[in-house]
């Protein structure tokens, strides 16, 4: 069971990809956790919101990230790498999302320290079973500092 006081989970998915950007929105839609989705196209947008620069100023402090390794601008790896060695957000659960079964490219993102790394499956139902998955854990059996006030 979630417990994010009475406000929803926030999520932060980075993802260039309109089609998958809407097969996450869809996802989370018929899950089980109330949640809010920021979207942002690319890593210099994620990096921006997640540092709460213009014009993410006000942006709220994601519970989970959702970031695509292949990213435009600034690679998925970079903007992990910045995530994890900042103080105030190493703390955020980063789920890698990937259309690569390079097995460089994991243990890149764990050497990173990656919460963790999933494949984006090809069939559309396998697809939604991973987010629930991701939703499941992340959102609600996990125990995470933001959960702890």
């Given at each position: 069971m979630n417990d994010f006081g009475n406000g929803p989970a926030r999520i932060l998915l980075v993802e260039d990809n309109p089609g998958d950007v809407r097969l996450v929105q869809e996802a989370l839609n018929i899950g089980k956790v109330r949640h809010e989705l920021a979207v942002v196209g690319d890593g210099a947008e994620a990096l921006?919101?997640?540092?709460?620069?213009?014009?993410?100023?006000?942006?709220?402090?994601?519970?989970?990230?959702l970031l695509d390794l292949h990213l435009p601008r600034v690679d998925g790896h970079v903007v992990l790498q910045a995530i994890k060695a900042d103080e105030a957000m190493r703390q955020?659960?980063?789920?890698?999302?990937?259309?690569?079964?390079?097995?460089?490219?994991?243990?890149?993102?764990?050497?990173?320290?990656?919460?963790?790394?999933?494949?984006?499956?090809?069939?559309?139902?396998?697809?939604?079973?991973?987010?629930?998955?991701?939703?499941?854990?992340?959102?609600?059996?996990?125990?995470?500092?933001?959960?702890?006030?």
């Open positions: 921006a919101f997640l540092r709460h620069e213009p014009p993410y100023a006000d942006a709220p402090r994601p519970d989970l990230v955020i659960p980063v789920v890698m999302l990937t259309t690569s079964s390079d097995h460089s490219d994991i243990i890149a993102s764990y050497g990173l320290r990656a919460n963790a790394v999933v494949t984006k499956p090809i069939d559309l139902e396998q697809f939604v079973a991973a987010i629930h998955t991701i939703e499941d854990f992340w959102l609600g059996i996990a125990e995470r500092p933001s959960k702890r006030g």
